[in-house]
């Protein structure tokens, strides 16, 4: 028997693929019979089972057991088998396109704790993208596209690879290629329109110019068609992610930024076996990664001094006082409920106002506990964007609260910051009403004008949004606080160093675009120390160009005369 499990061991090791197929309780006895663990034969055993771990875990995840097979997943050695379960997941997609959002937030989930399995995946998929387009396999493409989609929505991959792939599929339009790029845009087309609005309005006046052109099948032109109808009816039935399977917060997200033309490795070698001469100081190594993971203690595992060790703990079970009993008996509410209730509570509370003092009597009278603060903050902020113009009471509210406690200030200080970098992401009256409310608190003095400092105002560091938020901020300040006083307060020397980015003087280019930014929205007064900074600064170019220009003709005179004396000196 032993001779016989030692042949078998040969055939598994000395085969790359494999060797025969060996049943699990003979695959047991082997691994039992090798006590060199370090040894080829044994890693190649264990690799054996990564494998079929990996591939059995990942066929038979769903949205509903998705949670449990992320644990299960975990527990396997991901580092030692990422190129396994890269293979794994994208043969299992392929096979089964409709339940391609449950692998993308698997991969979405991996990619938190182990961000090199995510971008091994994302890799792999424009490598097989790229081949496939080649190779005109529209079945491929369709596939691969419709993954890299879904990564997309789940911030995996940078909307810039999205992109790349439009430009590409519609350059040189054909109907497969239309095709492809129509479902493509009907996975991730609802979070380009909210990441990045403008390219998407370009991809959409791209397929109109093919639809007109009538280049492509009919078919095509109807499923063009049919994209237009499905972007009007916001991509209802084509949720970006779909509740059940928004599990990561976006915070918490890895976004790998990967290029359609970069120079890609997809490290064909991680998916066959390798000898591990450190094989048993890496498996430790993972151990202390799981468990960091998991939230649990490496040792768990062993299970040897359980029995001596469960008396110990019946005596001092038997030791502890009925308080502390009670404090681990004691549930713990991890589903933000409580954080929920609070704001329909503040709703409710500023919806059935009459004015904004009783508003903030009552919002005082709220049980705020310590670090809630921009909880409040934001429900202000944001009942104040939903109303279809912008209503004083909302400012009148957070003045008031900016005015009693100088924590709210802050408060409302860090949601400017806050929303001014996510500008992007609202519609126009939305963003309208928001900026109104940050004017009439900074114009109010409720909180510091220091917020400006967040501010760049250069063609490379704004949006069309953020310049949108920054003309009708300006619009309200002048309005409340008239030009003259606006001026003086940009021109006060103990806060004029906050207003840095916004009148920028670092490069013409930029002191340019300033300009005419402010000049457009008709404030081009707030202007004239930049016009004076420009002015010196050009003439500053112009007398270095002139003196170097006078230098170089003084040498050219020198070589003349230097030249003639020779001349004469030769005669």
């Avoid at 993308?104 to 990619?111: D, E, G, T």
């Avoid at 960091?292 to 062993?302: A, K, N, V």
Wanted: with cysteine.
């Amino acid at each position: 028997m032993s001779s016989f499990i030692e042949t078998e061991q040969k055939v598994l090791v000395n085969t790359r693929a494999g060797g025969v197929y060996i049943p699990p309780a003979r695959l047991r006895e082997m691994q039992q019979t090798i006590t060199d663990k370090s040894s080829k034969e044994y890693q190649r055993i264990t690799w054996e089972a990564l494998k079929k771990s990996i591939n059995g875990l990942i066929n038979k995840v769903n949205t509903s057991n998705i949670k449990n097979i992320v644990f299960e997943l975990f527990n396997e050695n991901l580092i030692r088998g990422r190129g396994l379960f890269a293979r794994s997941i994208m043969k299992a997609q392929s096979a089964s396109l409709p339940f391609t959002p449950v692998y993308s937030a698997l991969v979405a989930i991996i990619n938190t704790k182990l961000p090199q399995i995510g971008e091994l995946v994302l890799t792999r998929l424009i490598i097989q993208f790229r081949k496939a387009y080649r190779r005109n396999d529209k079945t491929t493409c369709l596939a691969t596209t419709s993954f890299i989609a879904h990564l997309c929505n789940h911030l995996v991959a940078h909307e810039i690879v999205a992109l790349q792939i439009l430009v590409l599929l519609l350059e040189h339009p054909t109907s497969d290629s239309v095709e492809v790029a129509v479902g493509f845009m009907r996975e991730c087309g609802a979070h380009l329109a909210d990441v990045s609005p403008k390219a998407n309005n370009d991809v959409f006046d791209r397929f109109r110019a093919i639809l007109h052109e009538a280049n492509v099948d009919k078919r095509v032109q109807y499923m063009i068609e049919v994209l237009f109808q499905v972007r009007k009816d916001k991509y209802k039935d084509n949720p970006p992610i779909p509740p059940e399977l928004d599990l990561v917060k976006e915070e918490d997200q890895i976004t790998h930024h990967i290029s359609i033309d970069d120079d890609l490795d997809v490290e064909e070698t991680l998916g066959v076996f390798n000898f591990d001469p450190n094989y048993l100081e890496n498996e430790e190594k993972y151990k202390e990664i799981k468990a960091q993971i998991l939230g649990e203690d490496s040792d768990d595992d062993d299970g040897e001094s359980g029995t001596d060790d469960s008396e110990e703990e019946e005596d001092d079970d038997n030791d502890e006082s009925e308080d502390e009993l009670v404090k681990k008996m004691e549930i713990h509410d991890k589903t933000n409920t409580n954080l929920i209730t609070l704001r329909k509570t503040i709703y409710l509370t500023i919806k059935s106002s009459l004015d904004f003092e009783e508003c903030c009597h009552k919002l005082m009278k709220l049980n705020i506990q310590e670090g809630q603060e921009m909880e409040l903050c934001n429900m202000i902020i944001e009942c104040c964007s939903q109303e279809r113009t912008y209503e004083k009471f909302f400012g009148l509210i957070g003045e008031r609260l900016a005015k009693i406690n100088l924590i709210w200030a802050k408060s409302f200080e860090k949601c400017f910051v806050q929303y001014y970098e996510t500008i992007h992401r609202y519609e126009t009256n939305r963003l309208r009403n928001i900026s109104k409310f940050f004017g009439h608190l900074i114009s109010s003095d409720a909180i510091s004008w220091e917020v400006f400092s967040v501010i760049k105002l250069t063609e490379d560091e704004t949006t069309s949004s953020s310049r949108i938020f920054i003309k009708i901020l300006f619009e309200e300040l002048t309005g409340t606080l008239g030009i003259p006083k606006l001026k003086m307060r940009l021109n006060d020397e103990t806060i004029c160093h906050f207003f840095e980015g916004l009148f920028p003087k670092d490069n013409p280019r930029n002191t340019r675009f300033a300009i005419n930014f402010f000049t457009s929205i008709e404030l081009g007064q707030l202007t004239e120390g930049l016009r004076a900074h420009l002015a010196n600064v050009q003439k500053l170019i112009a007398t270095a160009k002139r003196k170097r220009e006078d230098s170089d003709s003084s040498s050219d005179d020198s070589s003349d005369s230097s030249d003639s004396s020779s001349s004469d000196s030769s005669d």
